[in-house]
């Protein structure tokens, strides 16, 4: 069945570093949803892409939805402490549910 | 406008035993899906409820069952519980109007922290 990858698990950076984090799908995908998950809270909906190429900015984030709509990437410039988290993409599924990638669990050390 | 409610916030159970996990959506949004997260299997999906109905559901056994209410506000319940049931149970809630809620930005509550011993 269609799988939503994402890379890597774990990210440690200095504060001020920056920050990227990868998913691959193995089918094209409709669109493609991002969401943010601080330590002991719940997914937080940070932004979705849908068009072939897309890129939308949030500040000091960067998304990218790829050519073929079967990858995206999310960019952090210059990370902040407040950063800290773990930040999935997700995907519709095959029977329509929504398949999360692993996530990339982020730390930056002040 | 008040975000997703999920009670309780924490449950302790024994094997063999069941739950019920409630999940109050967003006032206006009808569609509820629940998710499961552990350490090991990410967030997976359960179940997604609209308008009552239940749309879809994820690869589970049928010990995981939910319904949802005409006011949108829906439960899941486990039977026989098994230890590797712990996990936090995510309800989350979409402004669907129709089409599939994959295709909708959705809201997460705070989770309902099940421990299974």
């Known amino acids: 069945g269609q799988q939503v990858m994402q890379i890597p698990q774990y990210q440690h950076v200095q504060e001020g570093e920056d920050f990227t984090t990868y998913c691959n799908s193995s089918t094209t995908l409709s669109n493609i949803q991002w969401y943010k998950q601080r330590p002991g809270g719940h997914p937080v909906f940070l932004i979705q892409l849908v068009k072939s190429g897309e890129v939308k900015k949030q500040k000091r984030l960067t998304f990218q939805f790829g050519e073929a709509k079967k990858n995206s990437s999310l960019h952090i410039t210059a990370t902040q402490t407040t950063d800290v988290g773990t930040y999935f993409c997700a995907g519709p599924g095959s029977a329509s549910d929504m398949r999360f990638g692993a996530g990339t669990r982020l730390t930056v050390k002040p | 406008k008040a975000g997703v409610t999920q009670t309780p916030r924490y449950l302790i159970k024994t094997r063999g035993q069941q739950v019920t996990l409630s999940c109050s959506p967003i006032?206006?949004?009808?569609?509820v899906s629940w998710y499961q997260q552990t350490p090991g299997q990410g967030l997976q999906f359960l179940f997604e409820y609209f308008s009552e109905t239940q749309r879809n559901k994820g690869n589970f056994p049928g010990r995981f069952s939910g319904r949802q209410f005409s006011n949108s506000r829906s439960e899941m319940n486990v039977s026989t519980l098994e230890l590797g049931d712990s996990a936090l149970y995510l309800c989350?809630?979409?402004?669907?109007?129709?089409?599939?809620?994959?295709?909708?930005?959705?809201?997460f509550g705070p989770g309902t922290r099940l421990t299974v011993t």
């Open positions: 006032s206006g949004h009808r569609s």
């Open positions: 989350a809630s979409s402004l669907v109007s129709g089409g599939l809620a994959a295709s909708y930005e959705q809201y």
